[in-house]
């Protein structure tokens, strides 16, 4: 692939990142890229020898290159390497995660809002209504058809892009 990996923090998140900064955490970012290209990233927080991977993703097209692999197999290096004796995936036990994992650990969601009608709607939208639009059929058979759609216009795009 002739990649390398580059290291980023997002903009939008530099505001929490100084608020938080007196904070024993320290967060280790990378970006896989290939011809010049972002083509995975991962988003991840060291906190007391343990790395949280928050978020990571990568780009379809390059989905046979396995990018989203190379770049955890490096992170989980670079974890060590910052002083990590734990790498935590997050999130929900996926099969992808099980071929990195040694086991499992339950986590808990721990949401703290202001009080007020804003933050109650904000809540209920979040942890009741959400979920069961998730599990609802007609917004299931609604993101089927969005994600067809998507992949569609990312082939559209790509083949126009080899065209020119």
């Known amino acids: ?34 011809r010049g290209e972002p083509v995975a990233f ?8 343990v790395m949280y991977n928050l978020k990571l993703g990568f780009r379809p097209e390059w989905r046979s290159c396995t990018p989203g692999h190379v770049l955890k197999a490096f992170m989980i290096q670079q974890a060590m390497t910052e002083g990590a004796s734990e790498y935590d995936l997050l999130g929900m036990n996926d099969a992808y995660k099980m071929e990195w994992a040694t ?22 939208l ?20 969005l994600d067809a759609c998507r992949q569609r216009a990312s082939r559209a795009r790509a083949r126009w892009s080899l065209s020119r």
């Open 126 to 145: 979040t942890f009741e209504v959400k979920p069961r639009l998730r599990r609802w059929p007609p917004a299931m058979a609604a993101k089927s058809w």
């Open 1 to 34: 692939m002739g990649g390398r990996i580059l290291e980023f923090f997002p903009p939008r998140l530099k505001p929490s990142a100084e608020v938080f900064g007196s904070r024993p955490f320290s967060t280790v970012n990378r970006w896989l890229e290939a």
């Open 42 to 49: 991962e988003f991840n927080l060291l906190y007391r020898s």
């Open 103 to 124: 086991g499992v650990r339950r986590h808990i969601c721990l949401c703290v809002a202001g009080p007020g009608a804003a933050a109650a709607l904000a809540h209920w």
